[in-house]
């Protein structure tokens, strides 16, 4: 679900994605936070995700402070893509 809604977002911005990484806490001792890679042409960036953030974008379908974060984060991926 959340690859899609990087995706989702990605593509309102203008940005094509190649990879999104989705790298859940539990596999590195922490429960409440996930790991988030998002590639661009050779480019990477990375973000936390709160577990809180993602029960939120299940039940409502929408979470402001996770979009917020995924947006910051494309942002920043569109300005390492800038030739």
Do not use: W
Not at 1 to 12: F, G, H, W
Not at 63 to 76: M, N, V
């Amino acid at each position: 679900m959340i690859r899609k809604y990087v995706s989702d977002i990605a593509d309102q911005m203008g940005i094509q994605l190649s990879q999104v990484l989705f790298v859940e806490g539990s596999k590195v001792g922490c429960r409440d936070v996930h790991l988030l890679n998002i590639v661009a042409d050779g480019q990477r960036v990375s973000t936390l995700v709160y577990q809180s953030d993602l029960d939120e974008l299940q039940s409502v379908l929408s979470c402001l402070r996770l979009e917020i974060k995924i947006r910051t984060a494309l942002s920043k991926l569109k300005m390492l893509l800038k030739p």
